[in-house]
């Protein structure tokens, strides 16, 4: 068994209101080298919330978390530079670095909740198992 991380993906269409659905899922497992991600959007649930947000829009920043999964998003630009307090490091694009993107918090209309944690032996079956029991 291997330990994974993850976080659910949530549109939030109205930032200020702070409601949301669970639209999808990452899941990091470091050991076995698996960054993925699963999602399903409800248009229904979604036009509920917010007639006028593009279901359309919204998968393609599903899509784009895909391309982020797979280290093709950002595939062109090469290596990039971070500054840090001992000065200035290159930006390693690594699964766990990718992860780290993807769950940190934003005001956006696609946000990432909690991170939260589990073992697996198999982690896509465990991404779609989740994909099951938070998404629906």
């Given at each position: 068994?291997?330990?994974?991380?993850?976080?659910?993906?949530?549109?939030?269409p109205?930032?200020?209101?702070?409601?949301?659905?669970?639209?999808?899922?990452?899941?990091?497992?470091?050991?076995?080298?698996?960054?993925?991600?699963?999602?399903?959007?409800?248009?229904q649930?979604?036009?509920?919330?917010?007639?006028?947000?593009?279901?359309?829009?919204?998968?393609a920043?599903?899509?784009?978390?895909?391309?982020?999964c797979?280290?093709?998003?950002?595939?062109?630009?090469?290596?990039?530079v971070?500054?840090?307090a001992y000065?200035?490091?290159?930006l390693?694009?690594?699964?766990?670095?990718?992860?780290?993107?993807l769950?940190?918090?934003?005001?956006t209309?696609?946000?990432?909740g909690?991170?939260?944690?589990?073992?697996?032996?198999?982690?896509?079956?465990e991404?779609?198992?989740?994909?099951?029991?938070?998404?629906?």
């Amino acid at each position: 068994m291997s330990p994974y991380q993850y976080v659910v993906l949530r549109c939030v269409p109205r930032v200020e209101r702070e409601e949301f659905i669970n639209v999808g899922v990452v899941l990091h497992c470091p050991e076995a080298g698996f960054l993925g991600m699963a999602s399903r959007l409800d248009e229904q649930r979604l036009r509920a919330l917010s007639a006028e947000t593009d279901p359309a829009q919204v998968e393609a920043a599903l899509a784009a978390v895909d391309l982020i999964c797979q280290g093709r998003a950002h595939a062109e630009f090469g290596a990039g530079v971070r500054a840090t307090a001992y000065g200035e490091r290159a930006l390693e694009d690594t699964p766990s670095a990718r992860f780290g993107l993807l769950k940190a918090p934003r005001s956006t209309v696609l946000q990432p909740g909690p991170v939260h944690g589990g073992l697996t032996a198999d982690p896509v079956a465990e991404l779609e198992r989740l994909l099951g029991a938070l998404i629906g």
